[in-house]
Structures are given as C-alpha cells and as structure tokens.
C-alpha cells in the first residue's frame, strides 16, 4: 500500500486500483480490509499526518526533497537541459548523481505482482536509460579503461541489451584490444541466436564492420574529458569558526550534546535552542570542534542569517546549496538550477560520509530541510531562538543562563583575572545584572576592557538602574535589545500583545490563565506555549495545585516593560 501511494504521491489513488495493487486474488469485503489498512499505515506513521482520505480516493502528501524516485526525475530533466545546451560534463554529473539514488532493483522488497510488472519495470527501464547515457558520455570523455570490468558484468546481467555489448566493443576497441574486441561481437551474436533466433541489430553488425577497417573516428573520444573533482576534495574539511576564548562552562550540555550526536541513539538533527545571546551558536562551535575525529569527512558550517536573503527575506537556500556544492567538489556547470534538484544532489553527495554539518541561527524548518542528509552517517547541528518543534526526529536542548560562577568566570576572562580579584563583590553585581546572559557579559566585558582603568564598581552602579540597563549592554554593532527585537518581530500580533502585556507583571512567575488574562484571550496555554517556543518564556516549578508557571528571563522583563511604556 505504501509503495502504491508514493508511486502515485500528491494524487488520490481509487480503492479499487489499491485493491488491484496489494492481492492477486483480492480477500471478501476487500474495501473493509483495506479501511483497516490504511488505519495501520497512518499509525506507523505517528504523528507525521501525511496520509489523507479524498472523495476519489486515498492520497500520501509528499514534500519535495522527500521522495528518491522525484528526485530520479528532476536530475534527469536536469541532464536533459544540460544536453540540449551541449554541456556534457553537467549532463554526466547529473546522470551520475541519478544512479548514486537506486540501491538496487526497485520495488525488490514488495510482494506485488502489480507493481512488480509495472512501476518495477518502468523504474528499471528509467535506470537504465541513465545508466547507458553515462557510459556513452564516459566514452566520448576517453574513460574506456575503467568502464571495461563495468561492462563485462552488465553484459553478463542483461545479455539481450545490445546497446551494452556495443559499448564494451568500443571500450576494448580503444584500449587497443581488438581481437578482445571482435571476440564480443561473436559472443553477443551467439546468445542472440540461442535465446532468440536472431541476428544482431544494425548498431552491433555497423561497428563490426568499423572495428575490421579499423576507422580512426573509433580511436578517440569526441570531447576532452572534464577536470573531475578529486574524490577526497573535502576530506577533513574544516569550515568551523575559532572557538570563542571566553568560552567557560556548559559542561553538561556540551556532554548531553557530544553523547546525541556522536552516538548511537541519534535519529535525527539535534537542535540547541534559547532566548537571544544565550550562547548557542559559541556552544555549537565547541561541540562540533569536540567532534572532528568523530566525523573525518569534514565538519561543515552555515551560517544562515548571514546569507544573503532572497527576494522572501529569507536566506537564499539555492545559492547555500551552491556553494556548499562547489566545495564538495561539483563543477559549477554541474550544478542544476533549481534549488529541489540542488537538495538531490546535495543529499547524493553526502551520502554514506561522516560529515558534521552545523547550521546557525535557523529561523524555520524550511530553511532547514532542504540541507538535510540522506542518510545517517552524516549529523546535523543546528542552532536556533525557536524550538524547532515540528522538525522530524529531532533532538531538542534548550540552553539556560549560567551560573554566578560561570558569569563571574566569563567576565574574569574577558577584563582580566586580575581587575576582578581587586573587586569580586562589583563583578558578582554585574554578573548577576547580567542575569547569566551570555551576550550582555561579553558586551559589559568588551566595554570594559577597552577602559583598563575604569573601576568595576562604576559600571555595577550604571547598570542597577532599571532604565538604563538595556541601553548600557550595547557595544560596537553588539546590543541585547536588538536581539530580544529580533524574536518579538518574529511572533504573530497575539502573541506580540500577550508578550506586551507580560511588561506588566514584571520579575516573578504565573500560571498560564493570567497570561490569558492580561492578553484578553481565554487560551492562555496556547499563549504560553507560542511564547516557550519562540525562547521568550522560561518554565519554573509548578505551584501547590500542580499548575505549571512561567517567568521571563530578567532583561527580557525588561524588554517587555519598554514596550509596555511605549
């Protein structure tokens, strides 16, 4: 059944042809077998809704990027495009690129008579026609040396297709192997003979007769073969940034994380998420330096809001995947134009490599998926304000403030050990203004230390007017109201009224109704919940009555106040 749909995804698929599909001999009350059926088939699926019920039929709802056999198509109209523009080496990559997807006979596994006699052979047929389109270009590139041993086991697997027995006399032919040559053509004419009674073809008995007179236009490829990528191009490919000096703590998320990705358990990517300028993209760096030995194909880094946007505002993906395309070593007139065939060719790349891939500062699941591996050799780290929630078969840890000892160690390596000796209470002051927030210590810090001789008291009394205090955590492009902006732009308009409306609790925690409350909106969870997400909102312990509460972070109370006073 599941074969079924995909083969026919984003169109309903009538009962009646399902029925054709799954028995032979179809079972009394069929329809009611297949009713429960498909019940099964959702279940499996948990909660991924992705099959739906229609008036004609049922119908599998499939993404792009999701589907090999959508793929398969996309690169081969890509290959198409590239020969009609007489770009072989594109054409070649991308039929290349078609072949790396099948893992042997398609449908193998589905006790199908069906699909088996249908689908089966048209996916076969599909291979194929990609397979002998590679070899000819392989040919015409001179790389008859390596295709003999190819052929020779083809031959032997599909001994009625002529077309390969013709190629494997070319290739011997231009190793300068004639009589092995001519030795084929007698082999192929007698297992036409006593499987079919025949003769061969015109395209054999023609280069036969070539190969006896020896024409020259036999000896040479048509084209000069293309300057391939080296095969280990990327191989221990670095592109992670420096770790961060003032980088202190996190222990424990470092090892939860560390464990997540390098071992056994993971299913998917893992996701380190939290309020703005708590860290999460210094922590990810640190993880993934902790990780090069585990992952010797190369660690890999995107930064995502640092790319150039698209005309939606978004980071261009398409130009992402092209770049991190041509560093894997895909020549830049391999490279298909669109971004889904860009997302096949990506996943075909890393397919089967351990490569750590760390993307930063995700804003949406769709910015994520299409650079997605394939297949689980590869992890994926990504960093990000929101929860990511939805993202299928994630890992999700939420980062939290430090400590006062990690504060207080930050800063101590940032102005030095030395000017917080001479003052430890006015350092534990600022760390603890600073509310464990790692991005208002390094500014406090930098601040700091481009004035050796300030003293740490002047800054500590600055900083305990409430007021002031988001205006004093700005340095040099750095500044935590423009982060905490940045997430509160972000929310929907209700969500953005019921964080406003927060302003006016100030420090302290609450239930979920009062958010409610204060926000005029009786769904006061959903609230919460928008809110958690998006990083902006931190769970406490529950209250007597085992009600959960919530708190805002210190600055980010204070953020709320200011648009309150607005």
């Not at 032919?173 to 004639?178: D, G, K």
């Not at 010797?296 to 992402?320: C, F, M, R």
């Not at 009786?522 to 928008?530: K, T």
Request: charged share 20%; proline share 6%.
């Amino acid at each position: 059944m599941l074969a079924a749909l995909l083969l026919n995804a984003n169109q309903p698929v009538t009962p009646e042809i399902m029925i054709d599909h799954i028995w032979e001999e179809p079972p009394k009350a069929a329809r009611t077998v297949l009713q429960s059926l498909v019940l099964r088939l959702r279940r499996a699926f948990g909660e991924h809704e992705v099959i739906c019920t229609r008036e004609s039929g049922y119908l599998i709802e499939v993404s792009p990027g999701e589907l090999d056999v959508n793929d398969a198509r996309q690169l081969l109209a890509a290959a198409e495009t590239a020969r009609e523009v007489r770009d072989a080496a594109a054409e070649r990559a991308h039929l290349a690129t078609v072949l790396d997807l099948w893992r042997g006979p398609a449908l193998a596994d589905v006790p199908s008579t069906f699909l088996q006699s249908g689908d089966a052979v048209r996916l076969q047929e599909l291979w194929f026609t990609a397979l002998t389109r590679r070899i000819d270009l392989d040919l015409t590139f001179g790389r008859q040396a390596e295709l003999v041993g190819e052929l020779r086991k083809l031959t032997r697997v599909h001994p009625l297709r002529e077309h390969l027995w013709a190629q494997l006399m070319t290739a011997l032919y231009r190793c300068s192997r004639q009589a092995e040559s001519l030795a084929v053509y007698q082999e192929v004419r007698q297992v036409l003979a006593s499987d079919l009674g025949i003769e061969p073809g015109s395209e054999l008995q023609e280069l036969h007769q070539a190969i006896l007179l020896g024409e020259p236009g036999l000896t040479q490829p048509t084209v000069p073969e293309p300057a391939a990528p080296p095969v280990d191009s990327w191989r221990d490919l670095c592109q992670l940034p420096p770790m961060v000096g003032d980088f202190v703590g996190r222990e424990v998320d470092h090892d939860t994380l560390v464990e997540q990705l390098a071992g056994d358990s993971r299913t998917g990517p893992v996701v380190i998420w939290g309020m703005p300028g708590m860290g999460k993209t210094a922590l990810a760096v640190h993880v993934a330096h902790s990780l090069r030995r585990a992952f010797p194909d190369g660690q890999w880094y995107v930064p995502l809001q640092n790319n150039a946007p698209s005309a939606t505002g978004h980071p261009d993906l398409s130009e992402i995947l092209a770049e991190l395309l041509l560093v894997s070593g895909v020549p830049r007139s391999a490279i298909p134009c669109d971004l889904q065939t860009r997302a096949s060719v990506w996943r075909s790349r890393l397919a089967d490599r351990q490569v750590l891939l760390v993307l930063d500062d995700a804003s949406t699941i769709d910015q994520i998926t299409p650079l997605l591996p394939g297949t689980s050799t590869a992890a994926v780290l990504v960093t990000s304000r929101s929860a990511l929630s939805s993202l299928p078969g994630a890992f999700h840890h939420r980062l939290h403030q430090l400590d006062l000892a990690d504060s207080v160690a930050m800063l101590s390596r940032i102005v030095g050990e030395r000017r917080v000796d001479a003052e430890p209470e006015a350092a534990r002051r600022i760390a603890t203004l600073c509310a464990g927030l790692p991005l208002a210590l390094r500014i406090l810090g930098a601040r700091l230390a481009t004035q050796p001789k300030q003293q740490l008291i002047g800054m500590a009394d600055r900083m305990l007017d409430q007021q002031r205090r988001l205006d004093e955590l700005s340095t040099s492009g750095l500044t935590v109201r423009a982060e905490l902006r940045s997430s509160y732009r972000a929310l929907d308009p209700d969500t953005q009224r019921a964080f406003r409306s927060l302003g006016l609790l100030g420090k302290g925690d609450f239930a979920a109704r009062t958010i409610g409350a204060l926000a005029g909106d009786s769904d006061g969870q959903r609230l919460v919940e928008q809110l958690t997400t998006a990083g902006l909102l931190e769970p406490t312990a529950a209250d007597a009555t085992g009600e959960p509460h919530y708190r805002l972070h210190d600055l980010v109370a204070i953020y709320a106040q200011e648009l309150v006073l607005r």
